[in-house]
């Protein structure tokens, strides 16, 4: 896993500590199935194993329902997919672990955590 200090920051929690949204977890396989390449699946396979893939669940859809407004509304849109993310974030009140700071840093009451920078 690059880069190293992400590794070393998964390794600071046991099994069953860190979940992944189910909309990130499906674009990770996205972009393995655009690779085409059976060596990305077998490492996302392997990074997915330990950690609950959380379900985007009735909660999580009204929170993406009310941040896509305000965050329209205050002209200060985001994609709709990270929409979802920080809205899965803000309903199983988790901080999200992202590089991406600049865009979700938009996103009101979101906590934030940059492993890449730390």
Same mark, same amino acid.
């Given at each position: 896993?690059?880069?190293?200090?992400?590794?070393?920051?998964?390794?600071?929690?046991?099994?069953?500590?860190?979940?992944?949204?189910?909309?990130?977890?499906?674009?990770?396989?996205?972009?393995?199935?655009?690779?085409?390449?059976?060596?990305?699946?077998?490492?996302?396979?392997?990074?997915?194993?330990?950690?609950?893939?959380?379900?985007?669940?009735?909660?999580?859809?009204?929170?993406?329902?009310?941040?896509?407004?305000?965050?329209?509304?205050?002209?200060?849109?985001?994609?709709?997919?990270?929409?979802?993310?920080?809205?899965?974030?803000?309903?199983?009140?988790?901080?999200? =672990?992202?590089?991406?700071?600049?865009?979700?840093?938009?996103?009101?009451?979101?906590?934030?955590?940059?492993?890449?920078? =730390?």
């Amino acid at each position: 896993m690059r880069p190293p200090q992400v590794l070393a920051r998964f390794r600071e929690y046991r099994l069953g500590e860190i979940g992944i949204c189910s909309v990130v977890a499906a674009e990770l396989a996205y972009g393995v199935a655009k690779s085409r390449s059976a060596r990305n699946r077998s490492a996302l396979e392997m990074f997915l194993a330990p950690l609950e893939v959380l379900p985007f669940d009735q909660a999580a859809v009204w929170a993406y329902g009310d941040l896509r407004a305000s965050l329209e509304r205050e002209g200060q849109p985001i994609g709709a997919l990270d929409t979802m993310i920080a809205a899965h974030a803000l309903s199983v009140d988790a901080p999200l =672990v992202t590089h991406n700071t600049r865009e979700f840093a938009r996103v009101p009451g979101l906590r934030l955590e940059n492993w890449v920078t =730390v």
